[in-house]
């Protein structure tokens, strides 16, 4: 099993561009996130998803969109991106029930600048 | 809302000593508690975690962590550090366990810990 992968590792962009991040998992999880890492604020989920094609907001939802159109997939799309948007973006995924109810299992981690 | 805080932003500590990271949580009712770990460059890895049961809980890698309800902590704990636990620690908190939370977690600031050889 690969666990949970995301795609690219990094990216810069510039101010008002677009990009999507993909992230994939590979373990028939339920639920998926996506959290920004910025330093001394720990992370902080953007959005959540309990199922294809149902998302939610999370703590800090502004400048983000999501789309979960296959179990297995989660994208996270940047439409006009900002400096404030630099940060190291997380997916993650758990499952709904059984012995690892609410663990959560992390990707690799997107680095994105944002000039 | 719930609110986890981590004291130590940042813990510098020799080879052999002993280690103690404070977490702290705002939510009093049911909770799930973890403690995540991150290696320089890598992603989040779980070190424990608390559900139920005994409130002291053994993880990874010599570490352990005690729940006290009454003081609303979740301390991580390992008895004798080694240079390979460099690495920033962060402590986890989903509320409303077993409700509709939907595994969301709320995170701690996060713990640098540095240790020298």
């Known amino acids: 099993n690969a666990g949970v992968t995301q795609t690219p590792k990094f990216r810069v962009l510039k101010t008002g561009q677009s990009m999507t991040l993909l992230c994939a998992q590979d373990?028939?999880?339920?639920?998926m996130y996506w959290y920004r890492q910025d330093p001394g604020m720990g992370l902080r989920l953007i959005h959540y998803s309990v199922g294809e094609g149902t998302t939610a907001k999370g703590e800090v939802p502004d400048g983000y969109n999501v789309s979960r159109l296959k179990k297995q997939n989660f994208l996270l799309g940047l439409e006009s991106a900002a400096p404030s948007q630099t940060s190291v973006y997380f997916c993650?995924?758990?499952?709904?029930?059984?012995?690892?109810?609410?663990?959560?299992?992390f990707g690799p981690g997107t680095r994105l600048t944002v000039l | 809302a719930q609110s986890v805080s981590q004291h130590n932003h940042h813990v510098i500590l020799s080879e052999a000593a002993s280690l103690e990271l404070g977490c702290n949580y705002s939510y009093g009712g049911t909770v799930n508690l973890f403690w995540y770990v991150q290696y320089p460059g890598q992603h989040l890895q779980l070190l424990l975690k608390y559900f139920s049961g005994d409130p002291l809980v053994k993880g990874i890698k010599g570490f352990e962590a005690e729940f006290i309800k009454s003081k609303f902590s979740f301390n991580l704990r390992k008895p004798s550090v080694q240079w390979s636990d460099t690495a920033e620690y962060f402590c986890a908190v989903n509320d409303n366990a077993g409700g509709t939370s939907y595994g969301k977690l709320t995170f701690g600031q996060g713990t640098i810990l540095t240790v020298h050889p």
């Open positions: 373990m028939n999880h339920e639920y």
């Open positions: 993650a995924s758990s499952q709904r029930g059984g012995s690892s109810y609410n663990e959560q299992f």
